[in-house]
């Protein structure tokens, strides 16, 4: 069962497989949370190439002209880049 478990905070980087969710079991954010199977994100940013375009809860967002995107306040339970990424991840679960 997924779990938002308050504060904890991690990053991932890397080049991501395009269409793979990242927080679903063999992720790469899910392999960073042995605390839970399934992580809930309560915060994100995200450093990319402007343009890139990032699944989020099953709503297509594209990267800003700057390469940045940050969230909070949502909880995010599917997170995938449709096309793949090279891309740093910081996130609070």
Same mark, same amino acid.
């Given at each position: 069962?997924?779990?938002?478990? =308050?504060?904890?905070? =991690?990053? &991932?980087?890397?080049? +991501?497989?395009?269409? &793979?969710?990242?927080?679903?079991?063999?992720?790469?954010?899910?392999? &960073?949370?042995?605390?839970?199977?399934?992580?809930?994100?309560?915060?994100?940013?995200?450093?990319?190439?402007?343009?890139?375009?990032? =699944?989020?809860?099953?709503?297509?967002?594209?990267?800003?002209?700057?390469? &940045?995107?940050?969230?909070?306040?949502?909880?995010?339970?599917?997170?995938? +880049?449709? =096309?793949?990424?090279?891309?740093?991840?910081? +996130?609070?679960?």
């Amino acid at each position: 069962m997924a779990q938002a478990l =308050n504060g904890r905070y =991690n990053q &991932v980087k890397g080049d +991501f497989p395009a269409g &793979v969710d990242l927080l679903a079991e063999g992720g790469a954010i899910s392999d &960073v949370t042995p605390e839970t199977d399934s992580p809930i994100l309560l915060k994100i940013g995200i450093i990319a190439e402007p343009g890139t375009v990032v =699944n989020i809860n099953s709503a297509e967002v594209e990267i800003s002209d700057y390469g &940045v995107l940050e969230l909070e306040d949502i909880q995010i339970r599917h997170l995938s +880049f449709p =096309n793949g990424a090279t891309a740093l991840i910081d +996130f609070i679960y």
